[in-house]
């Protein structure tokens, strides 16, 4: 039976410096646009929860979600368009 403090060296080798990687800070700020849409339809479906839906806050929730949906088409379409694996 192996030892765990055999194989110690070969986990704590390189230490975490408790900050993102470059590649997701730049993974965050393409989702960006997407993840502020998502928030603005939470904040409009919030104000609806403790009273009737007016016809302003239906309009004001049916633009956040078509909000949410450019978003994600525009993430799709980033996202084919981006090569990657050495893909030519």
């Known amino acids: 039976m192996k030892s765990i403090a ?5 986990v704590t080798a390189i230490p975490f410096d ?7 800070l730049e993974a965050i700020e393409q989702e960006m646009p997407l993840i502020l ?3 603005d339809l939470l904040d409009a479906q ?4 403790d009273r009737p ?4 806050d239906a309009r004001r ?7 949410v949906l450019a ?5 799709a379409n980033r996202a084919g368009t981006v ?3 050495g893909a030519a």
């Open 6 to 10: 055999a194989l110690q060296a070969v």
């Open 18 to 24: 408790g900050e993102p990687s470059n590649a997701t």
């Open 37 to 39: 849409a998502e928030v």
């Open 46 to 49: 919030i104000m609806t929860i």
């Open 53 to 56: 839906v007016t016809e302003l």
């Open 61 to 67: 929730i049916r633009r956040a979600r078509n909000r």
């Open 71 to 75: 978003a994600r088409r525009d993430a």
């Open 83 to 85: 090569l990657r694996g």
